[in-house]
């Protein structure tokens, strides 16, 4: 494992809904980690990963994992994705509806070592759905599917692509638990896609945070992340879900990530660049807030 | 959001609490903060850093006399009023730098405040929140978004920098 650093060093021209782009990554990963992709729609996360799945082909550039070349422009390499040994979760799931949890699971496993398999299906919490389909289990049940089935090819890598984005919170937090326990446990090298900042510091041992095709940050979520380059004290980040003029200025409401409601008010000068949906971060001084006993 | 970019002169710290004092062109100002841990990197003598501040806390004087705590004290121009029925916004130019008050429009007209008239802008040191400035690492949209200007104000500031 020691040896299977991947390296990276790819450049694709995308072009998206806010035009073209470059996609340009330059990054080395240590085997073992568990990193979190973080950025906005757009900024190429996605194709990042399918980049290195072998779905996507870059334009140029080198994909090296260990002493394995995946991927070489210069010398006309590009393995196929089945060689690739990854495991990919998408957020949809993806399973194969005809079959069986325990199959959808063992097809992913090629010598089919049902010790194995067992083992991952009680890791998961699916032994007693192991003969169901997959359209009899909850989003939460499909998704820990998909993981046992792509832990189960036993991958160098396992590469998940906002695995958890279309469940909701409560599902979300314990499935976050898993992909932890599962990771402690094979010690996978994990590429995980995620837009939620909590999700970030939940998970993440690194935090790549990519803007515009770059690489803007790679690193420990709190190094990266600005709870550190202002001063504020209290700061809450969340999604803004209305804005409401008032007189002169204009009145915030923003759902935190812990479901809480808060107002607060803004200016022209704020509200240039601000709409509804938008992500921020609410702060203030640590001297501000007022505290009051319950 | 006010923005005006500074540099930091001296801190000064007791406990968790640290006293910034900074220049804005030759403006002096001073950010009182709260840090029980360790100082970040980027608070140091010297670096350049983003002050912050909120329209609704900077206050507004006209003729100014006697004695005063703020220390923060702004010598700007009105440059225009956003009259509301309760709340005016009041453009202020500060030396090169563009800041707004947002006061009662009570007070606007008891201050008999037009474009042009001459004033202090007040605001307590606890009220400025420091943003480091800095091009490698993660900024908030607000601040990328406001860069270029930000950058021009500091070559003005300090024209040895580099951007």
Request: hydrophobic content about 40%; overall charge neutral.
């Amino acid at each position: 494992m020691e040896n299977d650093i991947i390296e990276l060093d790819v450049q694709k021209e995308l072009v998206s809904a806010y035009g073209r782009m470059v996609l340009s990554i330059q990054i080395s990963i240590s085997a073992g980690e568990l990193v979190v992709l973080f950025g906005e729609s757009g900024a190429g996360k996605t194709t990042l990963l399918r980049m290195i799945a072998g779905l996507t082909t870059p334009d140029n550039g080198t994909i090296k994992v260990g002493d394995e070349v995946w991927f070489s422009s210069a010398r006309g390499i590009n393995m196929p994705p089945q060689k690739r040994n990854i495991g990919f979760v998408f957020q949809d799931y993806a399973l194969f509806p005809n079959m069986s949890v325990y199959n959808n699971v063992a097809y992913g496993q090629k010598d089919r070592d049902k010790i194995f398999i067992d083992e991952l299906l009680q890791n998961f919490g699916l032994t007693e759905f192991a003969n169901r389909k997959p359209e009899k289990l909850s989003g939460g049940q499909k998704q820990r599917v998909a993981l046992a089935r792509a832990l189960a090819r036993k991958p160098k890598f396992m590469l998940l692509d906002e695995p958890l984005s279309a469940l909701d919170a409560g599902i979300r937090t314990s499935l976050q638990n898993e992909i932890l326990k599962a990771h402690s446990i094979s010690n996978t090298t994990t590429l995980l896609v995620s837009h939620d900042l909590a999700e970030v510091f939940r998970l993440a041992q690194k935090v790549m945070l990519i803007q515009d095709g770059k690489i803007k940050g790679f690193g420990r979520p709190d190094d990266i992340f600005i709870n550190n380059q202002i001063s504020g004290k209290v700061q809450i980040t969340g999604t803004i879900v209305k804005i409401e003029t008032q007189d002169t200025f204009y009145l915030l409401t923003v759902v935190t990530g812990m479901n809480q409601i808060i107002k607060v008010t803004a200016f022209e000068s704020d509200i240039a660049e601000l709409t509804e949906g938008d992500r921020v971060m609410v702060f203030s001084k640590a001297f501000n807030p007022l505290v009051m006993k319950l | 959001m006010n923005i005006i970019p500074a540099i930091i002169q001296t801190i000064t710290t007791s406990g968790g609490v640290v006293l910034v004092d900074l220049h804005s062109g030759d403006c002096p100002l001073s950010a009182l903060l709260v840090d029980a841990d360790k100082l970040p990197a980027w608070l140091t003598t010297g670096q350049q850093v983003l002050a912050v501040f909120k329209e609704s806390e900077l206050s507004i004087a006209v003729d100014l006399s006697g004695k005063i705590s703020l220390r923060n004290r702004f010598p700007c121009i009105v440059r225009s009023i956003n009259r509301g029925e309760l709340l005016s916004l009041v453009e202020l130019s500060f030396g090169e730098h563009i800041i707004h008050s947002a006061i009662t429009t009570r007070s606007v007209n008891a201050l008999e405040l037009t474009t042009g008239t001459q004033v202090l802008a007040l605001i307590k040191a606890n009220e400025i929140s420091l943003i480091q400035l800095s091009t490698q690492n993660y900024q908030p949209k607000t601040i990328n978004n406001k860069l270029s200007t930000i950058n021009s104000q500091l070559q003005t500031i300090n024209p040895q920098l580099k951007t």
